[in-house]
């Protein structure tokens, strides 16, 4: 008798409750009564935190002006947040009352009901687009986030309203309705939009955030009514009905599903937003043709796999030359309509249209490979090889949703890893042909090999990655090498200057003895050269060439008296000993060693005046004897003017650099090693390099290849004045599908736009 009892309890969904009676009244009364507790507590404590974001934004403002933006907008909260208080909780009771009394949002059957999370979007200015997006992500970030519990409370609501069928987007409690009826609660405030953004991303924190306690309560009275207690909580998006029963409405589920990232659910519900958007205009192409059933997954993915294999068997046909958006967009419509022609070869009736979150899968995978056609980051022959994936990618997306949700998903990670291994190549660098050979091969297996196994992305992944990494190992060997020789060249000539400047400074105004300064700046220049190198600038071994050098020049002075004669002499040997020493060190032959020093003794002698000079010609008139020095020996400096000259390297004054120049030098500035370069030259040739090592002693970027062979080597202001020009251009560094989604949802929100103005 007691189980009995307890049994007459339970309500399955075979026993739905009509809400006029009073046991279905009472249960939405109670999930009123929790539900009104519990917003008014999240509505309240939302309002206490918005005084301090709004202030600490005030402290933080980049000018005066904003800083009163947030200063008005904290003002005009404290003034209406009763208002707006009671504003949102009355527009969510009366949601709650039309609810129960069966004149609200429930969906009646037959009716269409409107994509999860989506709202009317409209674009009338900036400032409304702007809250409709912000709006929509709060919307579908939630709903992907509290999946579970809301899917059980849509159940259990729809069991105590009499079977209606209830959806997120019709759920009185639901994240699209609080938010809708908090949007129109917003209107009370007169305030900057940037202080309204700031108060969305407030309610999101501190309400909607709150809402899997709402829910859980709400699951937990109706259970402990006995409504559906044995329901599991899954947030079934994609049923197996729900494709067939999508399109039959023109507003259904999203082409993807929300991952738990944040950043790629916002992205997402954006996407789903304006594809929403995007249908509501009649200029924009759609699939419906003549009546017919939808078709189903399974059938798309049989013709796409019809028409994958015939793309397998075409020969790759080269890219044509600045093939304009048009074109490209009409081969992204035909791939759509050759679809529907094999859909109808396959069903023996061409389909009216398809469901609405398979067209619009079609249509963002579309876009995805319209932008890698006319993504500059890739070479055109690399955009050929890749463009042939669209249809393999196509059915990757119909078969897993979260392809555009997830940054890990396999299929993500092999086109990254194709358009990154791509935007290295050149001819020049790919002489064997080796990368474009890989690409290739991992192309036409995908095409060959793929039919709904989607582990042979991440065997392609794995094929791409070994092959990258034994490229990687040997290009670095050979950019070690390149950078170790670039590194010496520097140091080599940082050490001909200082010698050069150290010999110089130290002649002076002095006019010195051909043999003399022949000595000074060719071979012992060189000495000091080789000491700096391999002993350093504070060695010991470098102070005392020094010294050498003030001692070589202090001996051609005028000798006149005994004083100055004994001194002379006393200096001799020592010159002799350190010349000795320092001729040995650079290549000097003991034979030129010799006779350099017969030249020097003679020399001396005529200043000591113990030899006439043996000669009929008059000492004043008399050619040098050349010296022996080796010809390999050459001097490093001859005047100070030689070292100051140096305006082939030298960046000009600030003020004399050209506007543009002086900003793109500040970009070139910023510029990490790895990132990629485009070095343009005459014709149509083009090189790509990686910024490989900036020199610390120079400030010269040193740029190699794939292969680590250098390519090019600037200084800051050469570059920029580069790139100014146009013969170089920086490589996006962020991956392919990152720079895909943002110029779509930019492109989708520019046609919307666009549209909007129109008459």
């Known amino acids: ?71 008005d907008g904290m003002r005009e909260v404290r003034k209406r947040r009763p208002v707006i208080e009671r504003s949102f909780l009355a527009l969510v009771s009366r949601e709650l009352n039309d609810f129960a009394g069966g004149q609200g949002s429930p969906s009646q059957p037959g009716s269409p009901s409107p994509a999860p999370g989506s709202v009317e979007l409209s674009l009338v200015a900036d400032n409304e687009l702007e809250e409709s997006l912000a709006i929509t992500s709060m919307i579908g970030k939630n709903e992907a986030r509290l999946a579970r519990d809301l899917f059980a409370v849509n159940q259990r609501l729809s069991v105590i309203c009499g079977g209606a ?67 599991r909580q899954e947030g079934a998006r994609n049923a197996p009905s729900g494709t067939a029963a999508a399109g039959a409405g023109g507003e259904v589920p999203a082409p993807v599903q929300a991952d738990d990232s944040e950043t790629s659910a916002e992205l997402l519900q954006t996407l789903r937003a304006l594809f929403s958007a995007r249908r509501a205009h009649p200029n924009v192409p759609l699939s419906a043709m003549t009546a017919g059933p939808l078709p189903t997954a399974n059938e798309l993915i049989g013709a796409l796999s019809v028409l994958q294999s015939q793309a397998a068997m075409v020969p790759m046909q080269p890219i044509v030359t600045g093939a304009s958006t048009l074109d490209i967009a009409e081969q992204v419509l035909h791939l759509k ?62 078969l897993d949703r979260k392809l555009f949700a997830h940054r890990q998903h396999p299929a993500r990670r092999l086109l990254d890893g194709l358009a990154d291994a791509a935007k290295s190549w050149s001819e020049e660098s790919d002489r064997d042909g080796r990368l474009h050979d890989t690409v290739k091969a991992i192309v036409e297996r995908l095409l060959q090999e793929f039919d709904d196994d989607m582990t042979i992305f991440d065997r392609l992944t794995a094929e791409l990655q070994q092959f990258q990494e034994t490229n990687r190992r040997r290009a670095e060997l050979a950019e070690q090498r390149v950078a170790e020789s670039t590194r010496g060249r520097e140091k080599l000539e940082q050490a001909r200057r200082r010698a050069a400047r150290e010999i110089l ?31 350093g600038e504070e060695s010991t071994e470098f102070r005392e060439a020094l ?19 004994r001194d002379l002499r006393q200096l001799l040997p020592g010159i002799e000993r350190a010349l000795r020493k320092g001729l040995a060190n650079v290549a000097f032959q003991d034979a030129d060693i010799e006779k350099l020093l017969g030249q020097l003794h003679t020399y001396y002698r005529q200043q000591l005046g113990e030899a006439a000079p043996q000669t009929e010609t008059p000492a004043a008139e008399a050619a040098p004897a050349p010296l022996p020095i080796p010809e ?35 970009h070139v500035k910023s510029l990490k090693p790895g990132t990629w370069l485009e070095f343009n030259s005459e014709g ?35 570059l920029a004045v580069v790139i100014t020009e146009g013969r170089a251009r920086i490589l996006a560094s962020n991956a392919l599908f990152d720079r895909a989604m943002d110029a779509i949802v930019d492109r989708l929100s520019h046609e919307e736009t666009r549209t909007d103005e129109s008459p």
């Open 165 to 231: 069928r209830i959806e997120d987007s019709t759920n009185p409690i639901g994240p699209a309705l609080l938010t809708q009826a908090y949007r129109q609660a917003m209107r009370e405030l007169n305030a900057d939009m940037r202080v309204k953004l700031i108060i969305y991303k407030l309610f999101d924190r501190y309400v909607l955030a709150s809402l899997d306690e709402l829910y859980q309560e709400v699951n937990t009275e109706l259970m402990r009514a006995g409504v559906l207690p044995q329901l």
């Open 684 to 718: 149509d040739h083009f090189e790509r390099a990686k910024l490989s090592w900036i020199s610390p002693m120079s400030g010269r970027y040193l740029f190699v290849n794939r292969r680590g062979l250098k390519v090019a080597d600037y200084s800051p202001y050469e």
């Open 632 to 666: 390999s020996i050459q001097p490093i400096a001859e005047n100070i003017a030689d070292l100051d000259d140096d305006s082939a390297n030298a960046e000009p004054e600030e003020e004399a650099i050209a506007p543009e120049v002086r900003d793109e030098l500040e």
């Open 337 to 398: 309509e050759q679809l529907m022609l094999q859909l109808g070869s396959l069903r023996g009736q061409r389909p009216g249209q398809i469901a609405t979150i398979d067209e619009d899968t079609i249509d963002l995978v579309g876009m995805l490979f319209e932008f890698i056609l006319e993504d500059r980051n890739l070479p055109p022959q690399m955009q050929v090889l890749l463009a042939r994936l669209q249809i393999p990618y196509l059915k990757a997306a119909i």
């Open 1 to 71: 008798m007691k189980e009995a009892n307890e049994s007459s309890n339970i309500v399955n969904l075979s026993q739905r409750l009509d809400p006029s009676s009073g046991r279905g009244g009472d249960l939405l009364n109670a999930v009123r009564t929790i539900a009104a507790r519990r917003l008014q507590q999240y509505i309240g404590n939302m309002f206490e935190h918005v005084d301090d974001a709004l202030f600490d934004l005030a402290e933080k403002a980049e000018n005066n002006a904003a800083q009163m933006h947030y200063f």
């Open 505 to 535: 400074n130290r002649i002076g105004d002095h006019t010195l003895p051909p043999l003399i300064h022949g000595v000074l700046s060719r071979a012992w220049a060189n000495y000091l050269v080789l000491t700096i190198l391999r002993k």
């Open 547 to 565: 010294r050498f050098v003030d001692a070589f020049i202090a001996s051609t002075r005028p000798v006149r008296t005994p004083e100055a004669k």
